[in-house]
């Protein structure tokens, strides 16, 4: 299961609304934190204004424990090269 659900994640693309659901946020305190650095994941540009963000990297991130973004960062380039 875990792995077909990763398959299925990675062709997903989420909305700010979507990623607030999905880590029990709201919209306002989301934003904040993008605006101060604190949300790490890259965003996936689909016009001028409509961003969206892969549900299998957010699942990844929430499954490391919500790492600050420098951790993230260095987290992301060992599984990588690894």
């Known amino acids: 299961m875990q792995a077909e659900s990763s398959a299925t994640d ?3 693309l989420l909305s700010a609304a979507d990623v ?3 880590l029990s946020i709201g919209p ?3 934003h904040s934190m993008r605006r ?4 790490p994941l890259e ?5 001028r204004r409509a961003v969206r963000w892969r549900a299998d990297e957010l699942r ?3 499954d490391a424990g919500c790492p600050a973004i420098e951790r993230w960062r ?3 380039q060992a599984r990588r090269a690894g």
């Open 28 to 30: 306002s305190l989301f």
């Open 20 to 22: 607030c659901a999905r």
């Open 74 to 76: 260095l987290m992301n």
């Open 36 to 39: 101060a650095g604190k949300f």
């Open 60 to 62: 990844r991130w929430t």
């Open 10 to 12: 990675s062709a997903i």
């Open 43 to 47: 965003v996936v540009r689909l016009g």
